[in-house]
């Protein structure tokens, strides 16, 4: 068997979008506001990563929310996310065409992406480039004010 690349895991829908009703947990509906879950293939985080402009960047929660909300559902998975923005990065650092901004793309509260290709240094290089500051808090590493550079999805 042989390991998918990258690109292939990112056109891999599967089965995607999926609504997962959760009414049977209780106290996972009460904290998310209702019991629909949205599953999103990762070509949908690719397609709102690939938008986000150049001195500008959006968080995972950003991109959930507006899935969430485009679904009508009420959260999205937040370990599919993970797991498909990284596939989306790696993705586009293979190819050597039609690349995504993926480096614009940070975790909650402006948290680089340790998982991203050459690793939260390479993400830190990059938004730098673009005139951003990046501090160290602890071991991790956080876009400073991220917050006035938040782009809105259209």
Same mark, same amino acid.
């Given at each position: 068997?042989?390991?998918?690349?990258?690109?292939?895991?990112?056109?891999?829908?599967?089965? +995607?979008?999926?609504?997962?009703?959760?009414?049977?947990?209780?106290?996972?509906?009460?904290?998310?506001?209702?019991?629909? +879950?949205?599953?999103?293939?990762?070509?949908?985080?690719?397609?709102?990563?690939?938008?986000?402009?150049?001195?500008?960047?959006?968080?995972?929660?950003?991109?959930?929310?507006?899935?969430?909300?485009?679904?009508?559902?009420?959260?999205?998975?937040?370990?599919?996310?993970?797991?498909?923005?990284?596939?989306?990065?790696?993705?586009?650092?293979?190819?050597?065409?039609?690349?995504?901004?993926?480096?614009?793309?940070?975790?909650?509260?402006?948290?680089?992406?340790?998982?991203?290709?050459?690793?939260?240094?390479?993400?830190?290089?990059?938004?730098? +480039?673009?005139?951003?500051?990046?501090?160290?808090?602890?071991?991790?590493?956080?876009?400073?004010?991220?917050?006035?550079?938040?782009?809105?999805?259209?």
């Amino acid at each position: 068997m042989t390991n998918k690349s990258y690109n292939d895991k990112l056109n891999d829908s599967k089965d +995607m979008p999926k609504l997962v009703d959760l009414s049977d947990k209780p106290d996972f509906v009460a904290r998310v506001g209702g019991p629909l +879950m949205l599953i999103a293939p990762p070509l949908a985080y690719n397609d709102i990563m690939a938008g986000v402009p150049e001195g500008k960047i959006i968080t995972s929660d950003r991109i959930r929310d507006y899935l969430a909300k485009q679904a009508d559902a009420n959260t999205t998975c937040s370990l599919t996310a993970g797991i498909f923005i990284n596939i989306c990065a790696n993705a586009s650092f293979e190819r050597e065409d039609d690349q995504i901004p993926y480096w614009r793309t940070l975790k909650s509260k402006g948290q680089l992406n340790e998982k991203f290709p050459e690793g939260t240094d390479g993400q830190k290089a990059l938004l730098e +480039m673009e005139g951003h500051k990046v501090v160290k808090k602890g071991n991790k590493y956080f876009l400073k004010d991220y917050e006035k550079y938040l782009w809105e999805i259209e």
